[in-house]
């Protein structure tokens, strides 16, 4: 079975900075879209960027210009690098995939256990 670990959350002050990890074990065969998504207290489950395997990414406005999504397929990874932090992105971020099975037709989503980012001084 297929599992995503994050890494990397933890406090920072404004201004910060903190890069966030998600790996990605199992039977892999493809990962085609690697995103994060964050979810603040009492706040809806919103998308924060996402990457194809094309490479092709896009941002939510929030954090545009300050926030860049990356992979690395030869680790199964994804990586969210974020600056200029601040209070309103406190949040569980979750690293989302598009998988295929090793063996296996078609393409599931699979989530990781999320991470807590806290920015505050």
């Known amino acids: 079975q297929v599992q995503l670990v994050e890494s990397g959350g933890g406090l920072v002050q404004p201004g910060g900075s903190l890069r966030l990890s998600c790996a990605a074990s199992?039977?892999?065969?493809?990962?085609?879209?690697m995103a994060w998504y964050r979810q603040a207290p009492g706040k809806q489950h919103d998308l924060v960027a996402s990457?194809?395997?094309?490479?092709?990414?896009r941002y939510s406005a929030s954090v545009q210009g300050r926030f860049t999504i990356s992979r690395d397929d030869s680790k199964n990874a994804v990586y969210l690098q974020m600056n200029s932090l601040r209070p309103e992105d406190t949040a569980v971020y979750y690293c989302?995939?598009?998988?295929?099975?090793?063996?296996?037709?078609?393409?599931?989503?699979?989530w990781g256990q999320g991470t807590q980012v806290t920015v505050s001084s």
């Open positions: 989302n995939a598009e998988i295929a099975l090793a063996n296996k037709h078609g393409w599931d989503d699979y």
């Open positions: 199992g039977s892999i065969g493809a990962i085609y879209t």
């Open positions: 990457i194809t395997v094309h490479g092709a990414d």
